[in-house]
Nanobody, 130 residues
Framework: QLQLVESGGGLVQPGGSLRLSCVAS????????VGWFRQAPGKEREGVSC????????YYADSVKGRFTISRDNAKNTVYLEMNSLKPEDTAVYYC???????????????????????WGQGTQVTVSS
């Protein structure tokens, strides 16, 4: 069973950067779509960015396009989220999630916006504040 552990969260000033890491164990990420999600207090969990294992296609929420970059290193069984130009509204608990992916059955967009992932990490807090 896929297990995921996030790290890299913390307190950063507006305009700053953070890189989140998600290390997988129990299974290889080679055939798993992986995504980053976030949940702010009083709000629903939302898809931030996801990446397909089939063709490395990606999805980004409109609110993070041009600022966040998702990448994967299958050799290290790790997925990253590079976050730049951080804003106070990016403050949330960030979760990594994975799902075994049947090639071309669903788009990565659909998987991300519907939170269609079965394995979740415990989350890492990101706080953007001066």
């Amino acid at each position: 069973q896929l297990q995921l552990v996030e790290s890299g969260g913390g307190l950063v000033q507006p305009g700053g950067s953070l890189r989140l890491s998600c290390v997988a164990s129990g299974s290889t990420l080679d055939y798993h779509a992986v995504g980053w999600f976030r949940q702010a207090p009083g709000k629903e969990r939302e898809g931030v960015s996801c990446i397909s294992s089939t063709d490395d296609s990606t999805y980004y929420a409109d609110s993070v396009k041009g600022r966040f970059t998702i990448s994967r290193d299958n050799a290290k069984n790790t997925v990253y989220l590079e976050m730049n130009s951080l804003k106070p509204e990016d403050t949330a608990v960030y979760y990594c999630a994975g799902e075994w992916e049947e090639p071309y059955k669903y788009t990565i967009h659909a998987m991300c916006v519907t939170l269609g992932f079965g394995s979740w990490g415990q989350g890492t807090q990101v706080t953007v504040s001066s």
